[in-house]
């Protein structure tokens, strides 16, 4: 089971502080995974430029110039958002017993697990 998923908001943990132009400390909505590279987009952290040629459409309208987007980050420097606190922290999975519909399953559960500090 994944730790961090789709709509997830998350916090940048590592990498250079704000203070110094990095992305350290912001937190935001993920956008998509990429499993197979464990990666992660997430909204309104790492930004890069793109140049793209210009070009026409079919009604005639330039394209092209300079875009920012977002670039992957590695899952390894995020960390989940508490939805309580709204501070980052680490996730557990539990075993739970639902009844759907007159039937018994067994799930597993994210829950976010409270810090040391927060005790």
């Given at each position: 089971m994944a730790k961090i998923k789709k709509g997830d908001l998350v916090q940048v943990i590592s990498g250079a502080s704000q203070a110094r132009g990095g992305d350290r400390g912001k937190q935001g909505k993920v956008l998509e995974v990429i499993v197979e590279k464990?990666?992660?987009?997430v909204e309104g952290v790492n930004?890069?430029?793109?140049?793209?040629r210009v070009g026409q459409t079919q009604r005639g309208s330039k394209?092209?110039?300079i875009e920012t987007t977002e670039a992957p980050i590695h899952i390894s420097n995020v960390a989940l958002v508490d939805p309580d606190t709204?501070?980052?922290?680490?996730?557990?999975?539990r075993v739970e017993n639902r009844v759907v519909e007159g039937v018994s399953?067994?799930?597993?559960v994210r829950y976010a697990k409270k810090s040391g500090k927060d005790l």
């Open positions: 464990d990666r992660i987009v930004f890069v430029t793109k140049h793209v394209t092209g110039g709204k501070k980052p922290t680490r996730v557990g999975h399953k067994t799930v597993r």
